[in-house]
């Protein structure tokens, strides 16, 4: 099955990602570059860049690591905007570091069949969640490691993404979290979706052309 309508908010796309070769790549990298983020100071979000902007070094720093997101803060409901735009279009260049690696297979994978701004692993540490907050985009969910206790709430959808070689669209221009409620870390490869058309499991089907096995 090339795709599977799970919920009103979230898809199934079957890439067959070979996970163990991924998640063994994941711990490499994860053991030579360490994680990015936008605020040391924060745990909830942990990132390893894959692509950037051609040669700039600063699009996979700073603010550009987590990105543009609108938030309920406080007690008064009032919602307020965190950071700022990333030009999500921009972010063609694979980084050097994952040239002639499985990483770059699937980031090949995904840009067959998707368009994509950025490509980042994201890792959150056990027992944490984000903020309730809504995204610019969809996004494209790669799980290499998770846990029943990984679950992503869009508005009022509770849901896990199992890590079974697929990817997930879920739809995070809708209020939403994600908590991570074991011992474990988890661990996805998530990307940026440019094109709002490829999220619709019914357009998917006409417009990809087939994933070999």
């Given at each position: 099955m090339l795709n599977e309508h799970i919920s009103k908010h979230h898809d199934r796309i079957d890439l067959k990602i070979d996970i163990e070769r991924l998640g063994k790549a994941y711990?490499?990298?994860?053991?030579?570059?360490g994680f990015r983020t936008d605020d040391k100071r924060n745990i909830d979000f942990n990132a390893i860049c894959v692509n950037r902007i051609p040669?700039?070094?600063?699009?996979?720093?700073?603010?550009?690591?987590?990105?543009?997101?609108?938030?309920?803060?406080?007690?008064?409901?009032?919602?307020?905007?965190?950071?700022?735009?990333?030009?999500e279009h921009l972010y063609?260049?694979?980084?050097?570091?994952?040239?002639?690696?499985?990483?770059?297979?699937?980031?090949?994978i995904v840009r067959k069949h998707f368009k994509?701004?950025?490509?980042?692993f994201l890792m959150k540490p056990p027992r944490s969640c984000l903020s309730w907050h809504r995204d610019p985009e969809k996004r494209l969910h790669i799980p290499i490691i998770t846990n029943v206790g990984n679950r992503m709430i869009i508005e009022d959808i509770s849901f896990h993404m199992p890590a079974d070689g697929a990817a997930y669209i879920t739809d995070n221009t809708k209020y939403h979290n994600f908590f991570n409620g074991s011992e474990c870390e988890r661990v996805h490869l998530v990307?940026?979706?440019?094109?709002?058309?490829?999220?619709?499991?019914?357009?998917?089907?006409?417009?990809?052309?087939?994933?070999?096995?």
């Open positions: 711990l490499d990298f994860k053991y030579h570059l040669d700039d070094e600063n699009s996979i720093t700073g603010g550009n690591v987590r990105g543009l997101y609108w938030t309920y803060p406080d007690s008064t409901n009032h919602e307020e905007q965190r950071l700022e735009p990333v030009k063609t260049e694979l980084c050097p570091e994952f040239k002639d690696t499985y990483v770059e297979e699937v980031y090949d994509i701004g950025r490509m980042r990307s940026t979706l440019l094109e709002p058309r490829q999220t619709e499991s019914e357009k998917m089907q006409q417009e990809l052309e087939p994933i070999n096995d």
